[in-house]
């Protein structure tokens, strides 16, 4: 039991979770939490070792979907993602995103920035809308003919969250109905030559159609409040650390990305028994990976509790490890530095952030408010 004491589950939307995650890694990198039922571990080698596991996998066994969505439409979506299966029947697919990802062309990234940062856009618009609105722009999606699009994304959300009320549920359900009638209207149209869509369905050819159109929707699913907490942490680390001019933007970028991240844990379920760090794991028990806490491991990034833009051999688990690694990390730091950069051209840092963080067991992602408001 560690000497610093916050709920682990709280721990992503808390002020300053760092002090606990130090004393964690330092007195019980991996232990059983007792009241939540949960294996929480938190030094980079044994994160990793877990991620690499094939004992440990995404999902329970017993549950491939939440229990909470079961029988609704986000769960023929839920059910399909790959970041949620594993095994060989999803390895198709996974290789046809990576691939289509990583060849993607980004030179005209400031400019779809520009297009969809409209001026009166407010710092939560800049977070939550604008770095959708430009990744579905460059993936061929097409936004501009369908503006409801990130309304629906933004719904079908509620129901990746354990903390969802039945109202976000329902909301996912809708919004997940429309999401599946939209693609599928896409697909079944001209796609833009040459785009991350036409790749992507030309080079997933012969695989199951739902598949490929539950994983377009995660695409964008699983960017926006990764993205949204990355863009806006960095907002943060401006103000709280300054940003050197001298080195790249890119550099700031990724050094918030590790120092703050906005995933700070991911889960694995246990589906046979092993020891690790001299603890029996055993089939069923499930496992916390704190990501935020390994990004600070002394013995995985040289002092890890001080910020430092210029790292030269940076360490990050904050886009994973392993076979379920994000293939969206470069792109994700690309878009959010090519936001920043319009952003500090346009407005620079005048007037002192207010903030407080979503509600939420993995993700730190803030909300801004004025002195005058509440947050939004
Ligand atoms: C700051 C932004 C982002 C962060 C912090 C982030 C973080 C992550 C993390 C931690 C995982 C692994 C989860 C696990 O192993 O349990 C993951 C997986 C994934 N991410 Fe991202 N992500 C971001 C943006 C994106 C973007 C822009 C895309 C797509 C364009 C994307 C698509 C995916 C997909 C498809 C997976 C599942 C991969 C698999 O299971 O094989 N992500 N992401």
């Given amino acids: 039991m560690p000497s610093v004491r916050i709920h682990p589950l709280v721990a992503a939307a808390h002020v300053h979770p760092y002090p606990y995650y130090a ?11 007792m009241e939540h039922k949960i294996w929480v571990v938190s030094r980079a080698d044994l994160i990793m070792q877990l991620m690499q596991s094939p004992h440990c996998v995404v999902r329970p066994p017993k549950e491939p979907v939440p229990a909470a969505i079961v029988g609704t439409p986000a769960a023929e979506i839920f059910a399909r993602l790959i970041r949620m299966n594993e095994g060989q029947a999803h390895l198709p697919l996974k290789q046809a995103i990576q691939c289509s990802l990583a060849r993607l ?6 400019q779809l920035v520009k297009k969809w940062r409209s001026a009166e856009c407010d710092l939560y618009a800049l977070c939550h809308f604008v770095p959708v609105a430009v990744l579905a722009d460059l993936l061929g999606f097409a936004p501009d003919t369908r503006p409801e699009l990130m309304g629906w994304i933004a719904d079908f959300v509620a129901c990746l969250s354990p903390l ?8 996912a359900s809708v919004a997940a109905q429309c999401l599946l009638a939209h693609f599928t209207l896409l697909l079944e149209g001209d796609l833009a030559q040459g785009s991350v869509l036409a790749n992507l369905v030309q080079d997933s050819e012969g695989a199951d159609r739902q598949a490929l159109l539950a994983n377009l929707i995660g695409l964008l699913s699983q960017s926006y409040e990764a993205t949204a907490g990355l863009l806006g942490n960095c907002l943060i680390a401006l103000q709280q650390h300054g940003m050197s001019n001298d080195l790249p933007l890119t550099s700031f970028v990724e050094e918030v990305a590790r120092f703050d991240p906005s995933v700070q844990n991911t889960r ?3 589906v046979q028994d092993l ?3 001299g603890q029996q794991l055993r089939k069923g028990d499930a496992v916390l990976l704190l990501l935020a806490a390994a990004n600070r491991d002394a013995a995985f990034n040289a002092k890890g509790d001080d910020f430092a833009q210029g790292r030269t051999d ?3 688990l904050s886009f994973g490890h392993g076979r379920h690694s994000c293939p969206g990390q470069t792109l994700a730091i690309k878009i959010t530095t090519a936001i920043l950069s319009d952003y500090l051209a346009q407005e620079g840092m005048a007037d002192p952030l207010q903030w407080r963080y979503q509600a939420s067991a993995n993700g730190r992602i803030p909300r801004f408010f004025s002195h005058q408001e509440k947050a939004i």
Avoid: K, M, Q
């Avoid at 062309?105 to 400031?110: E, G, H, I, N």
């Avoid at 969802?164 to 909301?171: K, N, Q, T």
């Fill in 314 to 316: 940076r360490r990050s």
């Fill in 164 to 171: 969802s009320s039945e109202a976000d549920l329902a909301g």
């Fill in 268 to 270: 694995r379920f246990v």
């Fill in 23 to 33: 004393a964690l890694r330092n007195e019980a990198p991996v232990f059983f939490d």
């Fill in 275 to 277: 020891e690790i760090h």
């Fill in 105 to 110: 062309d980004t030179a005209c990234l400031p």
